[in-house]
């Protein structure tokens, strides 16, 4: 066969195992890739190079390959989903590094974060000032979520003619349907407090939340599991 047509039917042949492959693998923004994701999408890039323009490198091996990578990320999604020991490991933990507007050199040497990488992180999000800043939290992305202080925050009608306070730090305790017994913990609460306060807002059952959060103020917020499927055609 030639050399060229070959060359262009291995590209046709990667660009569709890629583009089933991808589909399997579910959409993701670059943010929203963990470091494994990372990984495994420049691996499989560099294999799929491979598979165009390497004429000895039987097809069907390269194939393989390109899909026990792909679908190993498809795998830890899943797995990340389903059990947050799995989630914390591959994906980690988010980490405080300022708490009521002082700098948290523990959580900075924790995430391997210089007090210049967190200023450059602040001023991207237009914080150039330190003490606007309440809370910030480096995320298992590498972003940094900052919660400002009450004076610095775009004023809403709720505020108008109010006193603005600073919002409280909040921490999720329930994440599809399984408690988080130390974020509970740390806000000296027990599942036997949890329990009786999701009764009280109608909930029987911890495994219908999809997510609870709390904050320092006790205020339990809890969002049910939804099954319901908004209609494809609203997006066509």
Not at 156 to 162: H, P
Not at 168 to 175: F, G, M, Q, T
Request: charged fraction near 20%; proline fraction near 2%; glycine fraction near 6%.
């Amino acid at each position: 066969m030639n050399i060229y047509l070959e060359i262009i039917l291995r590209t046709l042949f990667t660009i569709i195992v890629l583009l089933i492959l991808t589909k399997i693998d579910g959409a993701k923004q670059i943010s929203q890739l963990s470091f494994f994701d990372y990984v495994i999408g420049i691996t499989a890039g560099s294999v799929a190079a491979v598979m165009c323009v390497e004429p000895d490198l039987p097809l069907w091996a390269s194939a393989i390959s390109l899909a026990m990578f792909m679908l190993s990320g498809a795998l830890f999604s899943f797995l990340s989903q389903k059990s947050i020991l799995c989630r914390r490991f591959l994906e980690g933990n988010p980490i405080f590094v300022i708490a009521k507007g002082e700098i948290l050199y523990k959580g900075l040497k924790k995430a391997r974060f210089s007090v210049n990488d967190l200023m450059r992180e602040l001023r991207s999000q237009g914080y150039f000032d330190i003490t606007e800043i309440n809370y910030a939290i480096l995320e298992t992305n590498g972003n940094v979520s900052v919660m400002p202080k009450a004076l610095a925050r775009p004023a809403t009608n709720e505020d108008e003619g109010n006193e603005v306070q600073d919002d409280s730090v909040r921490a999720d305790v329930i994440i599809d349907g399984k408690i988080l017994k130390g974020n509970l913990k740390a806000f000296g609460k027990n599942e036997q407090w949890l329990t009786t306060t999701l009764h009280t807002q109608g909930i029987a059952h911890i495994k219908d939340v999809a997510l609870a959060s709390l904050d320092s103020d006790d205020n339990l917020s809890a969002y049910l599991k939804n099954d319901t499927e908004v209609a494809r055609s609203v997006f066509q």
